[in-house]
């Protein structure tokens, strides 16, 4: 969705954080807020109604909390994603938004800039979650205990969106090999590899094989790295 306008719905039980969220949205030149919820009902009615590409939701909220109007939402509207954003980060809360189908989650103590980058990752139709939430899901992963779900967000997010097969493509050149000796070790053409490139930069924000590279190495996806 980059450079199209981005249609957001605020659903949160307090006005006043309704119209200070509203603000600080209405600065984005690609962000339109459609409207605003009171309650869980009215934020389904208003999605079904005013079909925002993003519905902003709260947890707590009157006649219908968060977690039943995600679920309806996620069930009925097809195409619309929903963040969480919210006060509470207790593992009850996180879990059940995230089985719901929510895409996001983020708490309300974040930044301007990092709400603004979660409905835009989100709007890309990838998960956007704060740190503490994080931690949270690849604990549950690990666990063992996780359901199939969160097994899935929690793999995305350790490996920052990358398939299995652009992940291998990342260590090949963190190897040192050429596009045209990765496309033998895979059986792939040298546009497929590029191809795999080209999604790997945009997906961790680089814009070189180094940097790539060296971004796998910080986060200790690969041992070592050889410049290229």
Request: with cysteine; hydrophobic share 45%; proline share 2%.
């Amino acid at each position: 969705m980059n450079n199209q306008e981005i249609r957001l719905l605020l659903a949160d039980d307090h006005a006043v954080v309704r119209s200070g969220t509203r603000q600080l949205l209405q600065r984005q030149a690609d962000f339109v807020i459609v409207g605003e919820a009171a309650d869980g009902e009215e934020a389904i009615k208003l999605t079904h109604e005013l079909k925002p590409h993003v519905v902003i939701m709260d947890v707590r909220m009157p006649r219908l909390s968060g977690l039943e109007a995600t679920k309806r939402i996620k069930a009925e509207c097809s195409g619309v994603y929903v963040l969480v954003l919210t006060a509470h980060d207790d593992d009850e809360y996180v879990f059940a938004l995230l089985q719901a189908g929510a895409n996001g989650y983020l708490l309300k103590t974040a930044e301007i800039d990092e709400l603004v980058r979660a409905i835009r990752t989100v709007a890309a139709g990838k998960s956007a979650l704060a740190p503490e939430v994080t931690g949270k899901v690849v604990a549950q992963f690990k666990s063992g205990k996780g359901a199939p779900e969160m097994v899935a967000l929690s793999q995305e997010l350790q490996f920052d969106g990358l398939t299995d097969r652009e992940l291998g493509v990342l260590r090949l050149v963190g190897q040192g090999l050429s596009n045209k000796q990765i496309g033998k070790q895979l059986f792939i053409s040298d546009r497929t590899v590029q191809a795999h490139l080209s999604n790997i930069f945009s997906k961790l924000g680089v814009s070189s094989r180094t940097e790539a590279v060296m971004h796998a190495v910080h986060k200790g996806w690969i041992v070592s790295a050889t410049k290229s």
